[in-house]
């Protein structure tokens, strides 16, 4: 088979990892890939949202079975046009993706198949959100967020009313989100746990994947603003069996069966970002794809060929299908550029790549990485995603950091806590 991976960061290059590992993978694009990439996989200098180029790359390569990554596309509607010329492609379809591509469809979706989520007000003008922060129902702090793909960055909590002010001129009126400042949602600030919880389904039948945590804060304890993931473990010790059946009986079921009733039936990974509170787990978020860096630390612990369900649900059904899992842990620690999430910059030459690659089970993702010659230089923010499998988690975390210290670049930072809930939970 020929397969095409859509997008050019962590998660990509875990999965193209995987997939490299199927038998029945002849050959292997990636648009536009990146400098990690490069040793698994043709990476051809398309972007994500080239949705025509992309398609007409894959017919005239032949390309058996597309795999996107990113959000971007998928709310763009790359799968419609792949779709539409027949061309066989793992993901949502535009409108399903809308569940993660408007905050304002995915609340009120779960308002109505009452899905546990926060309470929440939709504000479609600056005067309504100035009216709803004077005749408040909610206490603060609360979460203001921007109606759309706003990289990460559209969700702010807010901890006081003259932040209130600010935000709703920054969101409604400056536009600093853009378009996805048509419309804001205000919802209840939820305390707990947070979870990524993801599932493969064909729109019907649903295999769930590992539990994962991921670290969003930049610094330790959680601290700082939020990134696009420093960190995340799999599985999830906090998921035990009976918290598995109730995010699936709560949450992930009566989401595919709305989404059918919708007329939005949903193909492909749906990922639900959940707190898990003292009334049980609630929905943050839903995306309509792979977390990145979660990605990193669940497909390492995935046992036997991704590639079958991939084309399993791209061609309708899962029937039969299963996964199954190896008994053991990952940890992955993102390494990022100074500065990041804030402005960064670029260019810098990566050191220890190949001492830290020699190291038994550590894997090394790239996120931003571009190569020249034999050398491999930032080109991101996040840089790269260093991943350690072992039997337990106390091992799994040395592993990662005793890897992570082999490397190096100028500016370099990360997150030292990684794993550290893992063992939290285990000690209780
Ligand atoms: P989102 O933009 O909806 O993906 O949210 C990004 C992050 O903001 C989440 O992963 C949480 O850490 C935080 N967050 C979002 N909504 C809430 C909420 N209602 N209560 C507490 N934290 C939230
Ligand atoms: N790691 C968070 C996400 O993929 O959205």
């Given amino acids: 088979m020929k397969i095409l991976v859509v997008g050019g960061g962590g998660r990509e290059h875990a999965l193209v990892w995987k997939i490299s590992q199927s038998p029945r993978v002849k050959e292997i694009f990636c648009a536009p890939g990146n400098g ?13 949202t080239g949705l025509q180029q992309l398609a007409d790359f894959a017919e005239k390569e032949k390309v058996d079975l597309t795999v996107v990554g990113p959000e971007l596309p998928l709310t763009l509607g790359i799968v419609d046009e792949f779709s539409r010329r027949e061309l066989k492609v793992f993901g949502a379809t535009r409108r399903a993706a809308e569940i993660e591509g408007s905050k304002v469809f995915a609340k009120e979706f779960m308002k109505k198949y009452s899905i546990p989520s926060s309470q929440f007000s939709v504000c479609t003008t600056a005067e309504e959100a ?26 702010i909590i807010v901890n006081d009313e003259a932040q209130a002010h600010e935000v709703t001129r920054q969101i409604m009126v400056e536009r600093r989100f853009g378009a996805a400042g048509d419309r804001m949602v205000v919802e209840e600030f939820l305390r707990g746990e947070e979870v990524s919880f993801k599932v493969i389904t064909d729109g019907e039948r649903v295999l769930p994947l590992a539990a994962s945590q991921d670290h969003k804060a930049v610094y330790d304890d959680d601290k700082g603003p939020n990134t696009g993931g420093m960190g995340a473990f799999s599985p999830s010790p906090m998921v035990d069996k009976a918290l598995h059946r ?37 929905v943050l978020e839903f995306n309509a794809r792979f977390g990145d860096p979660e990605t990193q630390v669940v497909l390492p612990c995935m046992e036997g060929d991704l590639v079958p369900l ?48 020699g190291l038994d089970d550590v894997l090394l993702f790239h996120a931003g990485t571009e190569r ?11 840089v790269l995603g260093v991943t350690a499998v072992a039997p337990t988690f106390p091992e799994a975390i040395k592993q990662a950091y005793d890897a992570c210290q082999m490397i190096g670049f100028q500016g370099m930072h990360y997150r030292r806590d990684i794993g550290r809930k893992a063992l939290r939970w285990l000690e209780k």
Wanted: net charge negative.
């Fill in 310 to 357: 991939l084309e399993a649900v791209a061609e309708g059904s899962l029937e039969g299908m299963e996964i199954s899992w190896r008994d053991a842990v990952a940890i992955c620690v993102v390494l990022a550029s100074g500065g990041y999430p804030g402005s960064y910059e670029k260019g810098k030459v990566i050191s220890g790549l190949w001492e830290a690659s």
């Fill in 246 to 282: 109730q995010i699936m009986e709560e949450v992930i079921y009566p989401t595919v069966r709305g989404m059918v009733k919708e007329g939005r039936e949903y193909r492909g990974v749906l990922y639900a970002g959940l707190m898990i509170t003292d009334e049980g787990p609630k």
């Fill in 372 to 382: 020249q010659d034999a050398r491999f230089l930032t080109a991101g923010g996040r």
């Fill in 36 to 48: 990690g990439i490069t040793e698994l996989a043709t990476c051809i200098p398309i972007e994500p």
């Fill in 130 to 155: 100035f009216k709803l922060i004077k005749h408040r129902w909610f206490s603060y702090p609360v979460v203001f967020k921007a109606d759309g793909l706003a990289a990460g960055k559209g969700s």
